[in-house]
């Protein structure tokens, strides 16, 4: 289950606080794995961002051949041929993802400790330590969470103004000064002066 980007506010059950780890940033940083033939210095933010790079790490054949191959360093099953990108991402979710301490509690001031690294763990932990906020309906960037990478859409920000009109004549080298009382755009000469076009052409060659 994925939340919608269109909202910002959540209903707290298993599926969403899953969610809600899956995008919150890890302090200490993800250090991806690399691939069989080349090293990846990148560190990644949260276990969505992670799981997205490793995919990263893949090599293609052609379509008569089978599709795509997990080319990560600790890969076991490097010969298998994956169709689609969508089975290659869930041999990447089942089989990578697990060995990396990327799902931390999204709760701000839970002392559990370090990230878990099984979703059935942080469901456990959950149903152990936060099973009150169940069924809550609680807005995504609240001070319960802590810091997610995923951006949050707010529809019910004002709309900006719109911009002043422009001056029906203005000269080459008008400056369009816009006021903050809301009078009528100011135009004004520029008193920078025009360098000769060959002189320029000098500077850039």
């Not at 599709?67 to 990560?72: I, P, S």
């Not at 979703?119 to 932990?125: A, C, D, E, G």
């Not at 911009?163 to 009528?184: E, N, S």
Request: glycine letters at 6%.
């Amino acid at each position: 289950m994925h939340m919608s980007l269109e909202t910002h506010v959540v209903e707290i059950t298993e599926d969403t606080f899953l969610e809600l780890a899956r995008t919150t940033i890890v302090a200490s940083g993800l250090m991806c794995e690399g691939s069989k033939d080349r090293e990846c210095d990148a560190v990644l933010s949260c276990w969505h961002s992670y799981s997205c790079h490793l995919m990263l790490h893949r090599t293609e054949t052609g379509r008569d051949q089978g599709g795509y191959r997990c080319n990560l360093k600790k890969c076991t099953t490097y010969t298998r041929l994956y169709p689609t990108k969508n089975e290659l991402h869930d041999h990447i979710t089942n089989f990578h993802m697990p060995h990396t301490r990327a799902l931390p509690c999204p709760i701000r001031g839970c002392r559990k400790g370090p990230p878990f690294s099984l979703p059935t763990q942080l469901i456990s932990h959950f149903r152990t330590s936060h099973v009150d906020l169940e069924g809550h309906q609680v807005d995504r960037t609240s001070d319960l969470f802590l810091q997610s990478w995923m951006p949050f859409h707010v529809s019910n920000l004002p709309s900006p103004p719109p911009p002043p009109p422009l001056p029906h004549r203005a000269a080459f080298g008008t400056v369009l000064v816009p006021v903050a009382d809301g009078q009528r755009t100011k135009a004004r000469r520029s008193h920078k002066r025009r360098m000769p076009q060959t002189h320029i052409l000098g500077q850039l060659m």
